[in-house]
């Protein structure tokens, strides 16, 4: 009978951790760095922040975003430049490398003011006239009213979306309410 219960305990282990660690990789926490272009090699585009320490390569895939900040109309890669200004948005998971290299979820052209941000979504929760996101970093809750976006009510735990907004509340986390919001396939 202890045997069966070591074994049981071990199964219910094994099944909390599995499904546990496939949670946690549905979302993806987004890192970013705005910044210029400095090298554009192949489907990889190196940028370099406001301080030159701050570099990183990302590589863009057939799903990677690039849209201008203002409006959200898609840019076409081979319209970007070195020396182009902008906003990417990369996987926290990077190489060790010099500059680090990781996975382009967005790029998002333009100085930053009024632009674009680029949003996994972590929570969904129903509010009065909209939603409320979450997004995959959990530092900052968006509420996204129905006359922004009239498929607001459809986002879920992993979609996509561009937000924007005027300010954010200093709370924990930090609380905004959109502007303007597009989701993206």
């Not at 970013?32 to 990183?56: F, R, W």
């Not at 081979?78 to 190489?95: C, K």
């Not at 998002?108 to 009024?114: K, L, S």
Request: aromatic share 6%.
């Amino acid at each position: 009978m202890k045997k069966f219960r070591i074994l049981l305990m071990m199964v219910l282990c094994l099944a909390f951790a599995s499904t546990a660690a496939f949670a946690s990789s549905a979302v993806d926490q987004v890192r970013s760095l705005h910044g210029h272009i400095i090298e554009i090699s192949g489907n990889m585009v190196t940028i370099e922040g406001e301080n030159p320490q701050d570099v990183v390569a990302v590589h863009l895939n057939w799903d990677t975003e690039i849209v201008n900040g203002r409006n959200g109309n898609d840019v076409d890669f081979n319209r970007l430049e070195v020396g182009d200004e902008l906003t990417a948005y990369y996987s926290a998971s990077a190489t060790r490398s010099l500059p680090p290299q990781s996975r382009a979820y967005a790029l998002v052209m333009g100085n930053g003011e009024h632009d674009a941000i680029y949003m996994q979504v972590a929570e969904v929760n129903k509010v009065k006239n909209g939603v409320e996101v979450l997004n995959s970093n959990e530092d900052t809750l968006v509420t996204i009213p129905t006359k922004v976006e009239d498929d607001a009510n459809e986002l879920r735990a992993g979609d996509r979306i561009l937000v924007w907004y005027d300010f954010v509340a200093m709370s924990m986390p930090g609380k905004a309410t959109a502007t303007k919001a597009e989701i993206l396939d």
